[in-house]
């Protein structure tokens, strides 16, 4: 199974700054890799696919960037509604593999 | 606009088997390039992905619980059915269906998102 570590666990910020989350990939998986955000008690939402492709209805204040085994996720301008968890995940083979996530607080 | 929605029983029995259904509108489980997948997650973790089913009923299930995990699909109503046999305390959590999408280049086919999700239900096991 295709390996996908996130860092760091854990990010403090304040609003109005910038945050870059990390997902390394144990092999390489192209492009295929998506970045999801979740809140507490509800589903993730999409925000990035391709790697680098927004989402339609997301803000362009998430991109993301990367390829083969690093992958990098950026909110610029941090809103208070970005606050929460974000997961990484890959579709290069099945089993399709979550990062453990890293969660961004105030 | 699709839309998804699990339902199921909310408790179920150690070593019993749970029937998860998801309920899918704004797309034809048919056509190319679509698919249902399963996922869940434990309180505190990341999402755990289960298995999922293809537009020619093709399915993938996770390796370590390919032994417990079967997927079908009812394409009369819409609904695609995750039982897993042998339930333990190990598969609590919040169970979710999504929509996947998958694209083809020369003449391979590659899942690209899973970008809508249902609300997800939750499974605690206790007898």
């Known amino acids: 199974d295709i390996q996908l570590t996130q860092s760091p666990s854990y990010v403090s910020a304040s609003v109005g700054e910038s945050v870059t989350i990390t997902c390394r990939a144990s092999e390489d998986i192209s492009s295929s890799l998506v970045w999801y955000q979740q809140k507490p008690g509800h589903a993730p939402k999409l925000l990035i696919y391709s790697a680098s492709t927004l989402q339609s209805g997301v803000s362009s204040r998430f991109s993301g960037s990367g390829s083969r085994r690093e992958f990098t996720l950026t909110i610029v301008r941090l809103q208070p509604d970005d606050f929460a968890s974000y997961f990484c995940q890959q579709f290069r083979s099945s089993p399709y593999t979550f990062g453990q996530g890293t969660r961004v607080e105030i | ?127």
């Not at chain 2, 029995?13 to 797309?27: I, N």
């Not at chain 2, 048919?30 to 093709?58: C, F, N, S």
């Not at chain 2, 079908?72 to 042998?86: E, K, P």
Request: aromatic share 10%.
């Open chain 2, 1 to 127: 606009q699709i839309t998804l929605r699990e339902s199921g029983p909310t408790v179920v029995k150690p070593a019993e088997t749970v029937t998860l259904t998801c309920t899918f509108s704004g797309f034809s489980l048919t056509a190319p390039g679509e698919g249902v997948a399963w996922m869940r997650q434990a309180p505190g973790k990341a999402p755990e992905w289960l298995g999922m089913i293809y537009w020619d009923d093709d399915k993938r299930y996770s390796k370590s619980l390919r032994s417990r995990l079967t997927i079908t699909r009812d394409i009369s109503n819409h609904q695609v059915v995750l039982t897993v046999t042998n339930v333990g305390l190990d598969d609590r959590g919040t169970y979710f269906c999504a929509h996947s999408e998958s694209g083809n280049t020369h003449g391979m086919w590659y899942v690209i998102r899973f970008a809508s999700w249902g609300p997800g239900t939750p499974v605690t096991v206790s007898s």
